[in-house]
């Protein structure tokens, strides 16, 4: 069940590559996303995310792939935009 829209969805070219080498499909991190598992952040994090669900403020998640790549996937506070990128394409 989805806690929030993620509005339009978009993946840079890093996490596109990142997704083909680990031989893993987006929506697997997007569903978990849209239902409130942040992945590999810390507890303050979690609880922010948690927070902004319920505010309208950004919500941030990072998730390891099976390369152990993290990507990190973001949705504006508008909720009209959700991004997969790698740390880096920050």
Excluded: K
């Excluded at 596109?16 to 942040?38: C, K």
């Excluded at 919500?59 to 997969?84: A, H, K, M, Q």
């Amino acid at each position: 069940m989805d806690r929030f829209p993620l509005g339009r969805l978009m993946m840079t070219p890093g996490a596109l590559r990142a997704m083909v080498e680990a031989q893993t499909q987006p929506i697997v991190y997007l569903a978990r996303h849209a239902s409130g598992d942040w992945g590999n952040v810390d507890r303050e994090d979690w609880a922010t995310n948690d927070r902004a669900v319920d505010h309208g403020a950004r919500v941030v998640s990072s998730y390891t792939l099976p390369t152990n790549t993290v990507v990190w996937c973001i949705t504006e506070s508008d909720r009209s935009l959700t991004t997969l990128l790698l740390p880096d394409e920050y």
